[in-house]
């Protein structure tokens, strides 16, 4: 089983829809977790970190359940660029270990 | 404003080649590393450092191999290349705590033929 695992995707959306995606995690001494961007061939690009109480920036939404080890990120009136790859990302231990990543989820919203 | 540079941003080998990709931060970053991004796979994780003299492994470190004598530069070693390290290569470094955000390089293309 992957340590950081993410819906498969890809989702296809139209403009303005709300959509979630989904990260769960499988190890419980995980500290930090995050959301990244990746746009097409660029390198991935810190979107919002994900905290305990729920944390929201504009559009987006990050959701963290510690005893479910799960993350969710929301994104709600969506635009077409927003179209990229989003990252669930979880800092293990202690603040330098490991970076792991999941997958990735592909969004791309359609006019 | 450099931040991560990574060079060579492409690279062509032929099986059983050594090449080392480098990787340079000017942000003073204690912790480096290196991923590989496969369609797919997302980005793995094959080494990393927490500073200079310390590095470990991570997901995939078969076929690499890394070193840490300054702050600034974490190079990544392929000793005899294969055809399944083709991949784009990432490095990216971040300062302290939980909350530090990671920095990336722009990424090296490489295809072992």
Redesign the interface.
Known sequence: RK?VEQDPGPFNVPEGATVAFNCTYSNSAS??F?W?RQDC??????LM?VYSSGNEDGRFTAQLNRASQYISLLIRDSKLSDSATY?C?V?RGT??D???????TSLSVIP | NAGVTQTPKFQVLKTGQSMTLQCAQDMNH??M?W?RQDP??????IH?S?GAGIT?Q??VPNGYNVSRSTTEDFPLRLLSAAPSQTS?Y?C?S?G???????F????SRLTVL
């Open positions: 340590e500290q930090s995050f990244y061939r660029k390198e991935p690009k810190l970190s990252l990302v800092n603040s330098y490991k970076v792991i990543f999941g997958p990735g | 204690e912790y590393s991923y797919g796979m997302g980005l793995r994780l990393y927490v470990d991570g997901e784009v990432f990216a971040k302290q705590g939980f909350t530090g955000e990671l990336f390089g722009e990424g």
